[in-house]
């Protein structure tokens, strides 16, 4: 299973974006998922999941209250509504798919190629 990861892009400070991810190819069950970031010169790190149901959502702290996980109607589809930006913000984001393990810890199966977002100051 491939996945897409789209929406990204540049936006000032306090602005919103919102990304989307979608599965290449048929799926089998519904996926945990989440998405993940990589900023320049750091380590990935979880952003966002979302269970198989739609429940189970997760932040990272320092998200929490600025971004919204959700799913989409089709099959393994999700979004991230990204709010009130920040330049650290910046960064390449990935979803991921079929979670092994912890859903922050970024064992999952399947992963999109990733959408920068640049958040100016």
């Known amino acids: 299973v491939q996945l897409q990861a789209s929406g990204g892009g540049l936006v000032q400070t306090g602005g919103s974006l919102r990304l989307s991810c979608a599965p290449f190819?048929?799926?089998?069950?519904?996926?945990?998922m989440a998405w993940f970031r990589r900023a320049p010169g750091k380590e990935r790190e979880f952003v966002a999941a979302?269970?198989?149901?739609?429940?189970?959502?997760l932040y990272a702290e320092s998200v929490k209250g600025r971004f919204t996980i959700s799913r989409g109607s089709a099959k393994n589809t999700i979004y991230l509504v990204m709010s009130n930006l920040k330049p650290a913000d910046t960064a390449v984001y990935y979803c991921?798919?079929?979670?092994?393990?912890?859903?922050?810890?970024?064992?999952?199966?399947?992963w999109g190629q990733g959408t920068l977002v640049t958040v100016s100051s």
């Open positions: 979302i269970g198989g149901s739609g429940s189970g959502l």
């Open positions: 190819g048929r799926t089998f069950g519904d996926y945990d």
């Open positions: 991921a798919a079929l979670r092994r393990g912890s859903p922050t810890s970024g064992g999952y199966d399947y």
